[in-house]
T-cell receptor, first 113, second 113 residues
Framework: GENVEQHPSTLSVQEGDSAVIKCTYS??????FPWYKQELGKGPQLIID?????GEKKDQRIAVTLNKTAKHFSLHITETQPEDSAVYFC????????????FGQGTILTVHP | DGGITQSPKYLFRKEGQNVTLSCEQN?????MYWYRQDPGQGLRLIYY???????QKGDIAEGYSVSREKKESFPLTVTSAQKNPTAFYLC????????????FGPGTRLTVT
């Protein structure tokens, strides 16, 4: 089944700096890679996703890059703001159940004002 | 106002009791999912349903049961057979199982003592 590894587990940055979170996956057939943001006590919110036919996708201050050869994808947040502080999860399809998403362990991002 | 609702937000039960968590969506999505989230871990799939009157086990289905009698509703029952039921439970939905874009509800925190 699919195995998703996410790094780092915690990330602390100063406001205005950039933040990068990286995930690796094991199933070369995976073709969809979402990123979720989860604030304390709330459900995860889909913030950006990418499909395997493109290498990069950008939406304002966030971007996702995909390297299918190396089987890794990354979330990039530029000009970070305190409200970006949250837990971020990556995911990839595959695994034993059709339509299943396998999630990374999460990254706690803290943006200091 | 479209979305996924879960109730209640907090739930307390005594050990040995069954408890049912509610999940309702008005997004007209075919597929629905239940995940469990424990501290420091990613989301783990309990059950999912592709269509009314059909559901499949996920990775950690033991001690749980579900039903899908209506498109809008996918309740989860945590039975007394679940050895470690205290967790944050998240419901999600997507247009179809193979569309992969999953949208989450706000979650229910279950505490069993």
């Amino acid at each position: 089944g699919e195995n998703v590894e996410q790094h780092p587990s915690t990330l602390s940055v100063q406001e205005g700096d950039s933040a990068v979170i990286k995930c690796t996956y094991s199933d070369s057939a995976s073709n969809y890679f979402p990123w979720y943001k989860q604030e304390l006590g709330k459900g995860p919110q889909l913030i950006i996703d990418i499909r395997s036919n493109v290498g990069e996708k950008k939406d304002q201050r966030i971007a996702v890059t995909l390297n299918k050869t190396a089987k890794h994808f990354s979330l990039h947040i530029t000009e970070t703001q305190p409200e970006d502080s949250a837990v971020y999860f990556c995911a990839a399809p595959g695994g034993t159940s059709y339509g299943k998403l396998t999630f990374g362990q999460g990254t706690i991002l803290t943006v200091h004002p | 106002d479209g979305g996924i609702t879960q109730s209640p937000k907090y739930l307390f039960r005594k050990e040995g009791q069954n408890v049912t968590l509610s999940c309702e969506q008005n997004l007209n999505h075919d597929a629905m999912y239940w995940y469990r989230q424990d501290p420091g871990q990613g989301l783990r799939l309990i059950y999912y349903s592709q269509i009314v009157n059909d559901f499949q086990k996920g990775d950690i289905a033991e001690g749980y049961s579900v039903s899908r009698e209506k498109k809008e509703s996918f309740p989860l029952t945590v039975t007394s057979a679940q050895k470690n039921p205290t967790a944050f439970y998240l419901c999600a939905s997507s247009w179809q199982v193979d569309s992969y874009e999953q949208y989450f509800g706000p979650g229910t925190r279950l505490t069993v003592t």
